[in-house]
């Protein structure tokens, strides 16, 4: 359950990464989320909370490695596949930082490590900024005031109470009784053994020419992003020896529910749509339409309803049910979709470290147990970032998955 992201910049001069590393730790021991650690509850049984790390040294999570061009002329993907495989130590804050130097061109990196349980991708870049130069993170603001409501009788008051538990237990219902229905035989082509080892690939795509597609066929960039990985992975299937045509892959749209008026930074707000990609469809266009009308369903709906809001649930289920049903829950994802594709919100101002100017991040999604890849999207500025993970057992190399994604813009550009 690692995410994360692998974050490059650009450096003024000569990088002194003991410094570097100092000024990181300075800044992640002013964020309270990084201080915490999961403590086991007695009650009720299975239960756990947050509690600051009464032995907390921000400098014990930050590593320095200098990596050398040399044999390899980018060597950033194959440490970080190996960077992100190795597992946090649940006993510390769930979290890991990286700084690498020796890079090409002059720049160095800088790779954050969180497990899912901390927080999702919204929180997630919202701890990578507190790292960041000049960035003021949200704070939870005051509610704004208002008239003081006329008192009600108890009779009233009980029948508010049931009403809430009522709507909840029916949408809870709902989602659950979607997730039955939207079960299906695990037979994926992108199902995969399960595997400690991992892989990540990193491609960069022109905002300007995902822009000019949405411009000609309408929907918007989400749409286009999904419907070039659509290409992409149908290409990726074909060069495996999977027939394609007349297939769809199902993808988990995770959907962000935080609230924006400063919602806390750390835990889970998701829901999530459920998306069938159509990979089968060699026309690129037709591709896109087809991802526009589902996903135009999937929002009309809302992220409140259908198999894909069963992040929801998490929070509805006690506490010791919870954690005796997670790894069942967990080992059936495939049974409900293929893989997991996510965004990440980056604003656009631009952002740098120790004045070192950001140049590309790249996100990764955790890998679903048996799912053989992930897939996280991040736009910053004029470049849209696509992290790829994938499990190393059955995906040795991504290179052939990061070709067909360039290969699919491509396609849909020339058709636009």
């Known amino acids: 359950m690692h995410m994360g992201a692998v974050v490059t910049f650009t450096a003024r001069g000569t990088v002194d990464p003991a410094a570097l590393t100092a000024l990181l730790a300075q800044r992640a ?13 007695l ?7 947050w509690a600051d790390d009464p032995g907390f040294v921000a400098a014990a999570h930050i590593d320095h490695v200098t990596l050398s ?5 980018d060597p950033l993907p194959a440490y970080a596949s190996r960077w992100i ?3 946090l130590d649940t006993t510390r804050p769930l979290w890991h930082l990286t700084l690498v130097t020796g890079l090409p061109d002059g720049k160095f990196a800088l790779l954050l490590k969180l497990h899912h349980a901390l927080t999702d991708g919204a929180g997630a870049y919202a701890v990578a900024a507190g790292l960041l130069d000049g960035v003021e993170l949200p704070t939870q603001r005051s509610a704004p005031s208002r008239a003081i409501p006329a008192p009600r009788s108890p009779l009233d008051t009980v029948k508010g109470a049931l009403g809430s538990v009522w709507d909840q237990a029916n949408e809870t219902a709902g989602i659950a009784s979607s997730l039955v229905r939207a079960a299906r035989p695990p037979l994926s082509p992108v199902s995969a053994p399960p595997s400690a080892e991992r892989r990540l690939g990193f491609v960069r795509l022109p905002l300007a020419e995902l822009r000019q597609v949405r411009k000609a066929h309408g929907g918007t960039t989400n749409d286009v992003v999904l419907a070039v990985l659509s290409g992409a992975l149908r290409e990726w299937l074909v060069n495996r020896g999977h027939r394609a045509d007349g297939r769809m892959l199902r993808a988990l749209i995770p959907v962000s529910v935080r609230g924006r008026t400063g919602a806390q930074l750390g835990g889970n707000k998701l829901s999530g749509y459920l998306c069938d990609l159509p990979v089968g469809e060699d026309d690129p266009v037709e591709r896109l339409r087809v991802v526009r009308r589902a996903m135009h369903r999937n929002k ?13 649930l998490a929070d509805r289920v006690p506490s010791l049910l919870h954690r005796l049903g997670t790894r069942t829950a967990g080992r059936a994802a495939p049974l409900l979709f293929d893989l997991v594709i996510t965004t990440v919100p980056v604003p656009p101002a631009r952002l740098s470290l120790d004045g070192a100017r950001l140049a590309e991040m790249y996100p990764f999604v955790p890998l679903a147990p048996r799912h053989a890849v992930g897939i996280a999207v991040a736009t910053y ?9 994938a499990n190393g057992a059955a995906v040795p190399d991504v290179g052939s998955l990061r070709d067909a994604v360039l290969k699919s813009t491509s396609r849909l550009l020339d058709a636009s």
Not at 382 to 388: A, I, K, N, Q, Y
């Open 300 to 312: 009309a709906a809302g992220p409140g309803r259908g198999a894909g809001a069963l992040p929801l």
């Open 29 to 41: 021991a002013r964020l309270p989320k990084l201080r915490q650690r999961a403590r086991a509850e």
């Open 69 to 73: 061009s040399l044999y390899e002329p």
């Open 381 to 389: 500025r004029d470049s849209v970032h696509v992290g790829l993970q």
């Open 85 to 87: 495989a190795e597992p």
């Open 43 to 49: 009650f009720p049984p299975g239960s756990a909370s």
